[in-house]
């Protein structure tokens, strides 16, 4: 049914149509309408206002523990009065030249010992001193006076008591220093070589510009989320609701494509985004206008550079994320087969993308990085540094953010359109959800939701195994590939019973039985293949790392810099053999089996079309860049994706991406070995000298790169055609 509707007439205008019912049936949606689009506008004003308040409150606060006190100071011994002297005439001084730490008064009482602690237990004194008899000769002489300094026990004193009678103290001690001084015959100056003034505007001053990128951060973080949100329950009603209506089927029986249909629903849900986004910006415009009359005296949320250039940039950069948006929610809403089940499932999206979005807010997040191209932390970010006066231009980041949130929504869309037409997913009935424990029946390959399972599972082992996992990667790395990659998909893969050899694609290139023997055509292709493979991955690795270095230099994120710090300890520390295996060997037989096999199958299907298997290819190289986490290296880790995909579907065997990975990750090694071995590069590093050179690729070191990758494509090429003849001989002669 499905397949045949591929073939149908329909393109934008059944787009548009679909596009046409589903607003129409929202907006009859009075809740939904409520929720979506009222709510917003009431939210932010009380968020605005407790925020205010919560400002000036805590900007009261602190005027108040600042603010100058009234101390009552009582003093007792022989040498009581020779103090209030002193204290009396630094307090005349300092009100002659203010502090910005000084009591409002101080009320000076000289007492007995007894009558002191009296009235510092009854709380009628703040501060009692017991000086000693010698107090006046120590200090007009050379000596250290020690002052007993005691304080109400019950309530303890505010530290405003204590802060400003030390600065009564030590204008006490600064004049016996200057007598001092005087009495030896050295000037005042003497101990004040340097005196500093800062003409215009004070740091203090401009403090409160400041504020203006930390709250646009937050406010933008949120407005993700409720960009999300407005997404949510159209995308829901869009395929969970027509699967509970029992419209689906008469949807997909229509002259039109899946794609058109999928394209459509998405206009849909985009349209009301869009303008859940207007009315949420609108809403956050009025009531900044009107929230700045309730903050506190001296804080403005005037913009830098105006409003027009923040606006257009925010506007550009959310464009993009509601378009993400809506992409996401319909994929992820297209495999449940109710709505509960949906809400249920998109729940924990909005949770990750709370924390996609948050992290833009971290310190040291730059738009001119990578980050600016990962979901809804990058459109976040750029909008974010267009409120900072300080930041560069966001031209270049505003760009990327836009053309990654342009490819993801067009790969998300592919992966809906692979689910709308998948019969397991969209039919599922009701005893779907009741089998509890029962593993369900064997299958020739999985489906995209159960492709998409150990991936899940994988990332979240990842977060957790970071913290466990030894700083030592002879250790690491095996502990890392065994619990977030073989252990979640050896569990997937004895649960859901699929046909393995069909699924991982074990067979030698070409579709022949790895047990089978092969003819000398057999052998050429596959050393051809191999060969071919092993060349592509060399010049990807050379052209990645030259492309790296042209972006980046040698200015790598914190992370990056300590991976590759673990990886020349290994390189240099281990033995050549046992490097190579954990760098090279084990990530890539586990990884392509994961990626190459499990993903790959459950995305391209059975007998899918070449639409189909060619977003199954961008699809599992999206997931295999984002399962490497590193930012600055998943355009390169896409493109070997891309590569090592393309190579599994062109010759339907796993082993092709084995060699090509292997080679890839071997590269470093081989580097080390041209550095003049791993004894010189120790050397270099404990001279003082620099280890990251190796990394630095000549000219002629990225034209070979580019001539192994083009040699590399070629031979694999001659491989695959020789295959095909063999099989066509085979056939033949059958």
């Not at 204290?87 to 010992?113: F, H, K, M, Y």
Request: glycine share 10%; proline share 6%; hydrophobic share 55%.
């Amino acid at each position: 049914m499905t397949g045949a509707g591929r073939n149908r007439p329909g393109g934008l205008h059944a787009a548009l149509a679909i596009a046409r019912r589903d607003l129409v049936e929202f907006v009859r949606d009075r809740r939904t309408l409520v929720v979506t689009l009222i709510l917003p506008v009431a939210m932010y004003p009380m968020l605005a206002l407790s925020t205010a308040l919560g400002l000036r409150t805590a900007a009261t606060e602190i005027q108040v523990e600042r603010a100058p006190a009234r101390i009552a100071v009582v003093l007792s011994g022989d040498g009581a009065d020779a103090l209030a002297r002193r204290i009396t005439a630094a307090d005349a001084t300092a009100r002659r030249r203010p502090r910005s730490v000084w009591p409002a008064q101080i009320r000076l009482e000289t007492v007995t010992a007894a009558e002191a602690k009296r009235r510092l237990d009854a709380a009628e004194a703040d501060v009692w001193v017991d000086v000693p008899a010698d107090c006046d000769r120590l200090l007009d002489g050379a000596g250290t006076v020690e002052l007993p300094v005691s304080w109400a026990a019950k309530p303890p004193p505010p530290a405003r008591v204590q802060e400003q009678f030390t600065a009564v103290m030590t204008e006490v001690a600064d004049e016996a220093r200057r007598r001092r001084l005087s009495a030896a015959g050295v000037p005042a100056a003497f101990l004040e070589p340097v005196r500093l003034t800062f003409p215009g505007e004070t740091a203090a001053a401009a403090a409160p510009k400041q504020i203006v990128p930390i709250v646009a951060g937050g406010v933008l973080v949120l407005l993700a989320v409720l960009t999300l949100t407005g997404a949510f329950y159209p995308a829901i009603d869009a395929i969970a609701g027509e699967k509970e209506r029992g419209t689906i089927e008469t949807l997909l029986i229509a002259p039109c494509a899946a794609r058109d249909i999928v394209f459509g629903k998405f206009l849909a849900v985009f349209a009301i985004t869009l303008v859940t986004l207007v009315v949420n910006v609108a809403s956050i415009g009025a009531t900044a206008a009107v929230a700045g009359r309730y903050l506190p005296a001296g804080l403005s949320l005037e913009l830098p550079r105006g409003v027009v250039w923040p606006a257009a940039v925010g506007v550009a950069a959310f464009t993009g994320l509601a378009a993400l948006a809506s992409a996401t929610c319909l994929a992820v809403t297209t495999a449940a087969k109710s709505g509960k089940e949906a809400q249920n499932t998109l729940t924990p999206v909005i949770l990750l993308v709370s924390a996609l979005a948050g992290t833009a807010l971290l310190p040291g997040m730059r738009a001119a990085s990578p980050v600016a191209a990962v979901p809804f932390a990058g459109q976040v970010l750029v909008a974010r540094t267009a409120f900072d006066e300080a930041s560069g231009g966001v031209a270049g980041p505003l760009a990327a953010t836009i053309v990654s949130s342009l490819l993801l929504t067009w790969l998300l869309l592919g992966v809906t359109a692979l689910m709308l037409t998948d019969e397991d997913i969209l039919f599922r009935g009701p005893d779907a959800a009741t089998k509890g424990l029962a593993r369900p029946s064997r299958r020739e390959r999985p489906t995209v939701v159960e492709g998409v399972v150990p991936l899940v599972a994988g990332l979240a082992a990842l977060w957790y195994a970071q913290g466990l996992t030894p700083d030592d990667l002879t250790l690491a790395i095996p502990l890392q590939q065994v619990l977030t990659v073989l252990g979640p998909l050896a569990l997937v893969v004895w649960w859901q019973r699929v046909n393995l050899v069909r699924t991982f694609s074990v067979r030698w290139p070409g579709g022949m039985p790895l047990g089978a023997g092969g003819s000398g055509r057999h052998v050429a292709s596959l050393t051809a293949c191999l060969g071919g493979a092993g060349l592509v991955g060399a010049g990807l690795f050379g052209i990645g790392a030259a492309a790296l270095l042209a972006v980046k230099g040698t200015a790598l994120s914190a992370e990056a810099e300590d991976l590759n710090r673990r990886l020349l300890h290994l390189m240099l520390e281990r033995p050549g053999w046992l490097a190579w295996c954990l760098m090279a060997v084990v990530p890539a037989v586990c990884e392509e089996f994961l990626f190459r096999g499990w993903v790959l199958a459950a995305f391209a299907g059975a007998g899918a079309s070449l639409r189909r298997l060619a977003v199954a290819v961008v699809a599992q190289a999206a997931c295999f860049a984002l399962f490497h986490l590193l930012p600055e290296r998943m355009p390169q880790t896409f493109a070997l994706g891309i590569a090592l995909g393309a190579m599994t579907v062109a010759t339907h065997s796993i082993l092709p991406a084995i060699v090509c990975h292997l080679v890839h990750n071997s590269i470093p090694l081989g580097l080390v070995a041209l550095a003049g071995g791993r004894a010189a590069l120790a050397a270099a590093a404990e001279a003082g000298g620099s280890t990251t050179d190796l990394t630095g690729i000549p000219p002629w070191g990225v034209a070979a790169a580019v001539m192994g990758m083009v040699c590399g494509v070629a031979l694999f090429a001659v491989g695959i055609r020789i295959a095909h003849t063999a099989g066509s001989s085979k056939g033949d002669d059958a």
